[in-house]
């Protein structure tokens, strides 16, 4: 045994967990994509059971309501990007591991380059878009992707795009939802999440890593769990063969943001009009004035908007008020809509 | 026949409750019990894709729905 | 909403989760036994979740080969206490929370008070005689009690104790399994652990003990969850009727541990003998001299033992000479024993 | 009848396997399998107890024991 490995003792001890398996995971280089609710359980076990060369992307800051759930952050990490401090936490943990953070956004500029040079990816996303910009990319770049979902009391994991024994790929996203209306599907924001449940699929997701890695028995493949953390029930559902073809990536759309500053501006001179799309009872609570339709009315709604008009989006993060400018986007191209960036609290 | 459907995750929202009680033809496929659906809940059609498993096997759209067969509509999740 | 609880407003927007969910969690005592695999998780969740009283119960230190499943812990901190470690790590993470931690072992001489002062306990120990020990304080307390183990890939989750409607309790650990031999079941140490699982389980463990405190849904209550990290099949079985009568607390037995300084001597002179009890391959790998028994198989050499002589058993950590000396003491208690503090690496 | 029991834990190294298929009289309970696994297995009683659950209930000494249950062994677990 390498004489830094004692670490590393209590799991070499498994069955079938030998010195070529902590090796194989000594030399992996592994991409996280998202440092949220899942990200953060994933990034932690992973670290601690000796990954080598860990990245991990997210483009966000900690926020006060991120804490309930995401472990690795403080009161005090506030505002600051959510993946250097993982980064920095992670490494005082084992500094055995090699940590590299990525602040930018993935985007379908860069998630080609950033797929290829890592073995596994792990979908830890909060938002479709890029969950189907990782899917695609990892589906063209033959790489095994590992996903996790949340939303209440629920969660899903799987890995995608494993070899099968027959040379094909096994499911992948597409497979399981070909597409999505990302403003039909409430966020943890609107609908909440139970803390414990990211922790639950996190470290699941971190399992299936470590099972590919040291090819140590069973993975999800082909397979979706689907699991309810009030009754505790989970069911692993069998997948079709993959016969989703994809051989491109959906360029990423813009979203043209703007800060409270210039949109008070804009609607100081008439010029711009404030939508909150957050729901009844958010606007109920607090609102800086507009009109107001909850995210999943909005595409009924879409003759209310003057094309003469600007109009700024709002929500409480920035996030929704981001799906509601994609959406007018593609349906009133000619409408001009920004979202407000960091969401009404910057107001 | 009837069949009960479970929901899960905005599909609950949707029903308004943890599982439905649909009636369909006796021998049909998972396309007619979604159509069923849709019709009866129009908020599905908008997610743009929803999965149907029977029996924990995902349903494609020719699968056959039998009686006593347990049914559960899993809708995309997004958060993270 | 207070305004310090913004921290919460994601698990707040759960359905059923309100002010007074939240109020339920702030202002509840809990006692966590065992700051280890399960207990760094359990900790880690509900302290993020706001539970107002943390008290962490380890008189254990940091080691090396806790690392990859300890995510409390970093290398700077082996030899460190684990409570006292984790209490000071969490109070950062959530500062609302009140922490303290208690560094001396659970016996049967202080069970009684601490369980009384909390509202829930969480068993995240690793050893038989603490397990049974907090069962019966609970019972006898009527507390509910959270428990959870683990070894290799499979874990077990329970809520045990619980009210029910009849006003009877449900199932406790003694309805599952009467008694055990510890000498029989391997420990993390010989057959290994997946971090991951401790992981799963640990935050399983936290979920119930949120389920329980914020009233939302079902719990493992009557049931024990049994789960298989390589096949990430699940099963929850269901219990009998609590029919075990649990009276009194059985005495902690004192257990004579020896310095390696002082054994040596006693080897000098003559007067002692020193008993390998780790496995044979732990055996031919280093050892210190001695007869050698695997723990498992002491009780079927017992007429090796000379009453004439002292005996001192040694394990890797301490953990499973301790039990050796609890069985010597129960068949030969004419024979004098001691278990070498720390282990074989103190020598 | 022939009965497969699935095992758990430190009962998959005392069976040397993840299942074993043993042999009892037809219409038997959860304690008369329980002998016949401990005569074929000893080491099986040195554990103190363990848990027998047919069709995902825990097994006391008196359910009977039909063909086609679904019967796992699970021993006990210390780890933490």
Redo the contacts between chains.
Sequence with gaps: MQPDW??????????G?DEKAQQRLQDARILIV?A????C?VA??LT???VGNITIADDDAVS????????L????DIGSLKSVVACERLS????QVKLSAITKRITSGNVSQLVNSNDIIVD?????ET?YLLNDAVVIAAKPLVY??????????AIWNIVNADGSRSANYR????????T?????????????????I???Q??EV??YLTQ???L?AGKV??F?????????????NNNTVITSIQPTQEVGVIDAEIAKAGIADGSMQLVDIRTDQEHDEFNIGGMHFEL?EL?DNLDTFDPQKSYVFYCSSGKRSAEAVKLMQEKLPQVKVYSLKGGVSTW | MKVTVLA???AKDIFGASSVEVEIPGDTTAARLKAVLEQNYP?LS??????L?VN???A?DDMHIKTGDEI?L???????
């Design positions: 004692e670490r590393y003792s209590c799991q070499m001890a498994l069955p967990f998202g949220g609710g899942l990200g359980p932690q076990y601690a059971a000796g006060e309501s991120n804490l309930h759930r995401q472990i952050y403080t009161p005090a005082l943990q084992n500094p830890c996303t909060d938002n479709f969950r996790g979902a949340i939303y209440q009391f629920e969660g899903q994991v497979d399981l939802y070909p597409q999505v209306d990302a039909q599907i409430p966020n943890c924001a609107t609908g909440g999440v139970i803390p414990t449940l990211a922790g639950i996190g470290c699941m971190a399992n470590i099972k140590t028995r069973e999800l769990l689907v309810d953390a009030q009754t505790m029930q989970s069911r692993i559902i069998k997948l079709n999943d595409a | 899960f995750g905005i908020r908008k997610l743009a894709s929803y999965m498993a924990n096997e995902y494609g559960a899993i809708p995309p999740v997004s958060g993270g």
